[in-house]
Structure formats: structure tokens, C-alpha cells
T-cell receptor, first 117, second 114 residues
Framework: AQKITQTQPGMFVQEKEAVTLDCTYDTSDPSYGLFWYKQPSSGEMIFLIYQGSYDQQNATEGRYSLNFQKARKSANLVISASQLGDSAMYFCAMREVGAGNNRKLIWGLGTSLAVNP | DTGVSQNPRHKITKRGQNVTFRCDPISEHNRLYWYRQTLGQGPEFLTYFQNEAQLEKSRLLSDRFSAERPKGSFSTLEIQRTEQGDSAMYLC????????????FGDGTRLSIL
């Protein structure tokens, strides 16, 4: 079965500095997709970045980049130039294809990021 | 693109009551998912629709839970005879099904059982 592991329950970063949030995954499927979402205290789940298993380059979206190391099965999120508004829970998720082409997401436990002024 | 809309945002009810949540997807998204998220956890898959067909249900979805998506548009999730353990955030997500496309989430419905 597929599994996502986020080993950092909480992280602190100084405003304007970069921070790396760890994510490791386990799957036997050769084709998979990895996602990072941000969940502020208000509860909505906001998509940040996607990495496909066959993508040759690490994904980037503005201040977000994904450090994808396929052999190590890791997909760490790097946030550059942290802002106070980045304070939130961050979830790593993997797409698992099931019955009826169900593309459900399997989630880690999340990492709580606090940005200090 | 008006985003995924969920109603209500919050629901407080007494144990044993029935509750119904609604999810309105992004208009061109034919795939719809329900997830449940309890405190300190990541979301857990509950059920999946492609258009109006409910194609997969999690073992988490006991017989007190039912979901529908008539005409492949909005979806409802009903919980009958609510229990304390049903207290959670219920999240709806939709997608087009493209290979690199993410699921888009609504703001969720937070259910509290008294």
C-alpha cells in the first residue's frame, strides 16, 4: 500500500529565510504523482505544487520548489523567502489510482510551519 | 472559475441527529471526492464520483453515511444518527482528471457533535 511520511510535526523559520519541509513516500507503482497542499487555520486546502514520477526536472511554482529524489523516495518542499502568511499546516500527498479510475490522494500527517517576524 | 463551494461551513448538532452537507464543484470538473479530516491528521478518502456514478467507497464509510451526485453536478453527503466520532472536517474536492492536474478543494464543513 502507498504511504506518505512527514516526520516534522512542527517547524519554525525566520521571515525572509528559506525552509525545507520533508516528505518521504512508499509505492510500488512506477507511475505516481506527488502534491503539496497548504492548510491555513481557516481550514481550506490550497494546492501548491505537483511532481510527476516521470518528470525530469524538479517542479517550481513561484517561491515553492520541490526537491524530488526518486531513488530516495523523497519529495521535499522548499519555501524560499518565507512570509508571515506562510504560517500554516503543510501536507504532502500521493495520488493512488483505484477502482473506477479513482485518483484518490493518500496524505501524510502534515507539518505545522510558523514564520517568525 | 468560482471554485469548489461547500455548505454549511460549520454544523453543530446533537448526537443522534441527521446532517447533510453539500458540495458544488467547479463546473467542468467531472470527478468529485469526499474526504474526512480529524484533528491532527491528514484527510482520509471517503468516496469518489465520476459524473453521477459513485465508483468507490472507503471502508470508513459506514452504513450511516450516504453520498449522492444527481445529474453529475452538486453532491451531498448525509450522516444519519450522528455519533461523537463523526466530529471532523468534511472536505470536498473536484478535478478534471488530467494527468498533472490537482484536486481543488472547498473550504470544508466542520461538524461538531454535542
Amino acid at each position: 500500500a502507498q504511504k506518505i511520511t512527514q516526520t516534522q510535526p512542527g517547524m519554525f523559520v525566520q521571515e525572509k529565510e528559506a525552509v525545507t519541509l520533508d516528505c518521504t513516500y512508499d509505492t510500488s507503482d512506477p507511475s505516481y504523482g506527488l502534491f503539496w497542499y497548504k492548510q491555513p487555520s481557516s481550514g481550506e486546502m490550497i494546492f501548491l505544487i505537483y511532481q510527476g514520477s516521470y518528470d525530469q526536472q524538479n517542479a517550481t511554482e513561484g517561491r515553492y520548489s520541490l526537491n524530488f529524489q526518486k531513488a530516495r523516495k523523497s519529495a521535499n518542499l522548499v519555501i524560499s523567502a518565507s512570509q508571515l502568511g506562510d504560517s500554516a499546516m503543510y501536507f504532502c500527498a500521493m495520488r493512488e489510482v483505484g477502482a473506477g479510475n479513482n485518483r484518490k490522494l493518500i496524505w501524510g500527517l502534515g507539518t505545522s510551519l510558523a514564520v517568525n517576524p | 472559475d468560482t471554485g469548489v463551494s461547500q455548505n454549511p461551513r460549520h454544523k453543530i448538532t446533537k448526537r443522534g441527529q441527521n446532517v447533510t452537507f453539500r458540495c458544488d464543484p467547479i463546473s467542468e470538473h467531472n470527478r468529485l471526492y469526499w474526504y474526512r479530516q480529524t484533528l491532527g491528521q491528514g484527510p482520509e478518502f471517503l468516496t469518489y464520483f465520476q459524473n453521477e456514478a459513485q465508483l468507490e467507497k472507503s471502508r470508513l464509510l459506514s452504513d450511516r453515511f450516504s453520498a449522492e451526485r444527481p445529474k453529475g453536478s452538486f453532491s451531498t453527503l448525509e450522516i444519519q444518527r450522528t455519533e461523537q466520532g463523526d466530529s471532523a472536517m468534511y472536505l470536498c474536492a473536484t478535478e478534471t482528471g488530467g494527468s498533472n492536474q490537482p484536486q481543488h478543494f472547498g473550504d470544508g464543513t466542520r461538524l461538531s457533535i454535542l
